[in-house]
Structures are given as C-alpha cells and as structure tokens.
C-alpha cells in the first residue's frame, strides 16, 4: 500500500498516525472539518480534503478524489459512522476503524479480544453522545465492523487503552507532569499499585498501519504499552524525565475525603485493574515503545505546551490539607 485516507489526522491520534504514514512512504488525505490546525500544510505528501465524516456524500467524495489504498478511521464516534465507512469504503484494500479498550463489557484481567464480551449497545444508545455511552457506541462499531467482514469488505478495529503522548488534548497526564514538575511532595490515591494500562500514541499510530498492512478482515487488536506501569511507577518515569525527585504521598478514601477529595477525582487512576492483552497486535510484528523512552517523549513536549492538566484534578490548596493531615499521623 502507497496512499492512506485519514479521517481525522490533525490532533492527537490522527496526527502521529499521518506521521508514521509518511514515514513509511505513503501519501496521504486528510478528510476533516478543517477547524483545528493543520501541523501538515506544508508537507507535500499531504492533501486535505475539507468535509463533516457523518456526511456519506463527504466520504464519497473524499474516496473518488483520494482513491485511497487504506482508510483509518480515528473520529467515528457512532456505529452509523461505521456502518456508512465500510460501505463507501468497501473496495479500498483496508478500512481500519479506531475503537476503544472502553469497547470490553466484562472486567477480565486481561481482556482478550476474542474472549471478552463487548458492551451491549441499544439503538437509543447507539445515536446518543455522551460519555456514559461511549464504550457502548464503540463496541456496537466493532460489531459493524465484523458484519462488513462478512460481506467481504477487508475491514479491521483497532482498540487502544488510554492513550498518552505529545499532542494529547486531553491533559491527562500532564495533570501529573505539572504536579511533578512543581512540587517536591506528590500525593497519590490509594496505595500506588493501581495500574490503567495506557497506549503511547507513536505505539497506537504503528499498529494502526500494520493492521491495515497485516491484519485479518473482520478482526480487532488491542493496543497498550508492553510492560505496564502502575501509578506511582509512572510518577517515577516523570521525576526521571525531570531529572528530580519526589516524595511520593499515599492517601486513601478516608483521608481524601477530608479535603471533599475522592480516588476518583484523580486522572488516570481507575479503582479496578483495566489491562488489554497485546499478544495478538505483537503477532503481526508490532513493538511497544519503552516506557522511559515514551515519558522522555511526553514530557518534553508537555514543557514546550502551554497544557498544565490541573483542571483534570483536585486543586492543589486541597490536597495541602490532606498532606497537613497525614503528617499529624
């Protein structure tokens, strides 16, 4: 394959994906709304062609101008989204819609893609857009996906975890950047072992390409970091990156609650294990980053950002008070 349709390919995901494509000698469209900023205007190997991906004439346009070899798919957020993209796309070599770890119903340790049932999604939930039914409305995606399949249509999911890395919009982990890189005194929830496997977005761009390249019609393949890192070993992957230290600060319900604080409140920590298997998408030949080198990567770009993440979580004036309480313990 030598040319990529990316719906989307402007931000976060959809950026390190047109990058990787580049690297790996395609040329490459983008079809979006044209309302953030274009980081590819002047690249040569890069056309934008302006449209709304809900819109099927917009798609169908898109396909005829770009006669696309392989089509990633990183703004559907409905399974109509879906089900219009495997049809217009169906003689295009790959389709590969980006799913979601959020897509798994059951809390298996770890979920396996051929093994973990998927949320269930009902037609009112399918059409709604809020974030109570996002995984639902994914999962009903990959369900799309697996029916183009039957029709012969070469398409392929690919389901990340949570996703971190530079240009990533949501602030997650700079909430914890910002943290680390202000104060010498950093209070975690819970006891530090809590692990929410996340994806570095360079590892979620290649396994998108090589699912396109590799992957089997009608099947779905996990992404996440290889090795996992629990919390408080990703609070020392930042200092590390810092090049400073911290004193790491447990606090539990009871003492959060003090400061109207809950473990909930925090980013990235998620009171039950979520871990993806990755052995299927490591069976196509794809690698993970290491976690040092992903961090050095992240942090570097949180410092050249104007991001600070601190609207994610508690304020810090809060947390004072949880950390005056546990030093009268």
């Known amino acids: 394959m030598d040319s990529a349709l990316v719906i989307g390919g402007t931000r976060f995901i959809g950026r390190q994906l047109v990058s990787d494509l580049l690297d790996h000698g395609y040329d490459v469209t983008l079809l979006n709304r044209g309302t953030h900023e274009n980081p590819f205007v002047d690249e040569d190997r890069v056309d934008h062609i302006e449209g709304d991906r809900t819109n099927d004439s917009a798609l169908e346009a898109a396909v005829m101008t770009a006669d696309p070899a392989a089509v990633f798919d990183c703004v559907a957020y409905q399974p109509r989204d879906v089900q219009a993209a495997t ?3 169906a003689d295009c070599a790959a389709y590969v819609y980006v799913s979601s770890g959020a897509a798994y119903g059951r809390e298996d340790i770890p979920k396996r893609e051929n093994e973990t049932p998927l949320e269930p999604c009902t037609r009112e939930e399918a059409t709604d857009d809020t974030t109570a039914t996002y995984g639902k409305r994914k999962a009903e995606g990959d369900r799309a996906i697996a029916a183009a399949a039957e029709r012969g249509v070469n398409a392929m999911s690919v389901r990340p975890c949570i996703v971190y890395g530079p240009h990533d919009y949501t602030a997650r982990l700079d909430f914890w950047i910002d943290r680390v890189n202000r104060f010498d005194r950093i209070l975690i929830p819970g006891d530090g072992t809590n692990i929410w496997h996340r994806a570095y977005v360079d590892d979620v761009a290649s396994a998108l390409r090589l699912v396109a390249e590799r992957g089997a019609a009608g099947e779905a393949y996990n992404v996440g970091d290889r090795r996992l890192v629990t919390i408080e070993e990703m609070i020392d992957l930042i200092a590390d990156a810092l090049e400073t230290t911290v004193d790491i600060v447990h606090a539990g319900p009871r003492e959060l609650a ?13 009171e039950y294990p979520h871990v993806l298997s990755t052995a299927k998408l490591a069976d196509l030949g794809w690698e993970s980053t290491p976690p040092e080198t992903a961090m ?10 104007d991001r600070t993440g601190r609207e994610n979580g508690p304020d810090r004036d809060a947390e004072a008070r949880v950390l005056e309480i546990l030093d009268t313990v």
């Open 87 to 89: 049809r217009i796309f």
């Open 258 to 270: 003090a400061a109207e604080i809950e473990l909930a409140d925090y980013p990235l920590y998620r």
């Open 296 to 305: 050095d990567q992240s942090v570097a770009d949180h410092l050249a950002s």
